[in-house]
Every structure is written in C-alpha cells, then in structure tokens.
C-alpha cells in the first residue's frame, strides 16, 4: 500500500467518504456519524487515502492530561476505524504511525484513547494506563436527610467557574483531562438528544460556588434514569451536598448511573449506601515525547534522585535518558555513553509506569521492565506513586 495517504485536511468529498466509513464501522446511520462529526469540527478529522480512495480516519483532538498536578499536553483519538474491505491489511496501524508523528510535531508528549482492539494499539505502544468505573445506585440509598444547601442553576454564563472548579479538581487526580472544546459539550450540554441540567452549590457564607453537578434524565418505561456526567465539590462537607441536589431533582427517578472509580469522592460521599460498581474499561496511553512528557508532569515535592533509562520506541534506535527529579519537577537530558542505564523500557512499559498504573514490579512480570535491581525499582516506584488513575469521560 505504498499509495496509502496521510490526510490532515479534507475537501467536502473526502469528509462525506470518511461520514460513512464511520457509519460503518460504528454501526449508526450515516445521519448520525454526521452529526456527531460535526459537532467535532472537521478540523479534527484526520483520515487516510488508498488510490485516493478515503479508507480510513479518524478525530484527532488535542487536550491535556493531568499527573502529578499538572497539565501534561495530550492527543486524545477518538472515532478510529478502517472501510470494512481494508481492515487486516495494516491500514490503521500506518494510521496511527502517522497520527503520531504529528503529534510530536505539535508538541502533544502524550496519547490517550479507549480501545476496541487492544492487540492493535499496543503494537504502536499504547498501553493500559487507568481506569473508567461505572456506578449505579437505587435512589432509596441515598439518605433523604441530605440537604443541597444553596444552590441556583447553572447557565452557559457559569462555564467559566465551571470550568476553574474543575480545573481545581482535575490537577489532584491522575488522569483527569484538562478538558477542551470537544470534551466539555459531552459532560454539560444536549447530547444525544438529551438536555443536561446544571446546578451550582453556593457556599452558605460567600454565596460564591463551591461546587457543581451536571445530570441528565431519560425515560426508562414510567420512570427515569438519572445520569451524573459531571460533579465537583470543594471539600467532603459540600460532596455530600451534591447528594443532596441529585434527590431533589430525582423525584421520579429508579436508578442513578454516574462514571466513577473506587476512590472517586462523589462514590465515598455516599458512606452507608451500596452502589454497583463495575470496571467498564482500562483506557490506553502512549507517551508520544518521552523528555517532554516526563518534565511536563509533576513529581513529590519531597523527592531528590536522578536514574538512567533507556527507552526502546517501537523500531526507532534506543534513547537513553538521563532524569534528574527534585522540587516536584524534572530535567531529562541524554546519558552519558560510559554510564550504564538502571534498567530498559519499551513504549507500553514507559506509559504504564508514567501514569501510576503499573508499579515496577508488575511491569517486570508482563516484560515491559528489564535490568536493573531493587534500588531501581524503588527509585521508579517513588517517582511515579500516587492514587490509581482513572476519568469520567469515554471519549
């Protein structure tokens, strides 16, 4: 397929291919596809050409990710999919090879998607990276002694303290996205026909907001299921206050359904209640810029080492780095020849140990960690401890 075409901008009739070879592969009309294209914006499709045939593409959407406390810049993919006659015939893997090469490019050190074909992504270096939970809870749970305390809704007026709440929120929690104009939509407006509905929580004194809800309703026979996309608080206190605005707006409701994790402290604010909780996915991460990734994201502030790793990157020579960490941040410079590396790496190995997922020693297990010794390891598992990660958003 030497003819096969990396497309980063479209024409009106390579965008209408790339509508139904996603109708396709998704199993939805080609309405839909449109529609939720875009929605996207076109300038997010990438796609591929074969005899100038679009066989593939998909949405390329920059954002970021947060680890450490910071905002690490991130491409997250969405949409990928390959025409049904091209598929088995490494059209999405050369995809993807290119995909990446822009991101670098752009300055983008890392990669996130959920994946429908692990075996695929992970021969470009993707790798299990955290979580997306999925809870569900029978109203009746929650103790109907909660109180909302002051709140107002939220209108398009409010999106930028929205948006610094969750900001806020997003920087203690490995994973969270720094959220752009593709994501924010999803969690707080009409989707799939669907109005999401937002309450502010004011605090008693300030009267300013302290926290926020987003939820949508949708009818399940003579009653309704009430869905969580979005909730920050400020503190536990005003958690348990969203409880509290979920049971006023959930009078008619038989089940609530929010994304979630064993740690999220909208699920911990429930104390007593038994709500279902179940892994929906593991989403994948690809660290695109091994120096630019790693001096993005934050460390303990309370950390002083340095160690050498060398990276081996799906077919490119092998990198050696040299990381110094210290006062929560990093310098990543090349090591020296005449020192030996403490232990080697490959792409997937690099990513589940950037993300917190993997600690060193189940990495070794798998055969993504080699080298090295138990000074190492605890070296590595130092630099890059923390609470699992996980998001809300499939995307």
Not at 161 to 188: K, M
């Amino acid at each position: 397929m030497s003819d096969l075409r990396y497309l980063r901008e479209l024409d009106d009739a390579q965008l209408e291919a790339f509508v139904g070879v996603a109708a396709a592969a998704f199993a939805v009309d080609v309405d839909a596809a449109r529609a939720w294209i875009d929605a996207a914006g076109r300038e997010l499709v990438r796609a591929v050409s074969l005899d100038g045939r679009v066989v593939g593409g998909l949405l390329f959407i920059p954002m970021g990710q947060c680890f450490g406390g910071r905002s690490v810049p991130m491409l997250g993919l969405a949409g990928v999919c390959v025409a049904m006659d091209q598929r088995r015939r490494g059209v999405a893997q050369r995809m993807l090879r290119a995909t990446l090469d822009e991101a670098r490019e752009r300055g983008l050190a890392l990669s996130t998607l959920y994946a429908s074909n692990h075996k695929l992504y992970g021969s470009v270096g993707y790798a299990p990276a955290g979580s997306r939970f999925l809870a569900r809870l029978d109203p009746s749970a929650v103790d109907p002694r909660l109180s909302s305390g002051p709140l107002r809704a939220a209108s398009a007026q409010d999106y930028p303290v929205v948006e610094a709440l969750y900001g806020a929120a997003a920087a203690r929690t490995p994973g969270f996205l720094d959220r752009g104009g593709y994501i924010w939509p999803r969690v707080r407006e009409t989707r799939r026909g669907l109005t999401a509905h937002g309450l502010l929580l004011l605090d008693e004194d300030s009267g300013e907001p302290c926290g926020y809800v987003y939820v949508r309703l949708r009818s399940e026979g003579e009653w309704q299921v009430l869905e969580i996309t979005d909730a920050v608080a400020a503190d536990a206190a005003t958690w348990r206050r969203v409880w509290g605005a979920v049971n006023s707006v959930g009078t008619m409701v038989r089940r609530i359904e929010w994304s979630s994790a064993p740690h999220d402290p909208l699920y911990l604010a429930l104390e007593h209640a038994r709500a279902e909780l179940r892994l929906h996915e593991n989403w994948m991460l690809r660290v695109v810029d091994a120096r630019g990734a790693l001096e993005a994201r934050g460390y303990a502030s309370a950390l002083s080492l340095s160690i050498d790793v060398e990276l081996h990157d799906d077919g490119r020579d092998a990198e050696r780095l040299h990381l110094e960490v210290s006062a929560g941040g990093a310098r990543c410079s090349t090591s020296s020849a005449s020192v030996a590396p403490s232990v080697r790496l490959d792409a997937r190995g690099l990513a589940a140990l950037y993300s917190g997922f993997a600690a060193p020693a189940l990495l070794r297990q798998r055969g993504l960690l080699e080298g090295g010794d138990a000074a190492a390891d605890e070296a590595l598992g130092a630099l890059f401890a923390g609470p699992a990660p996980w998001m809300r958003e499939a995307f």
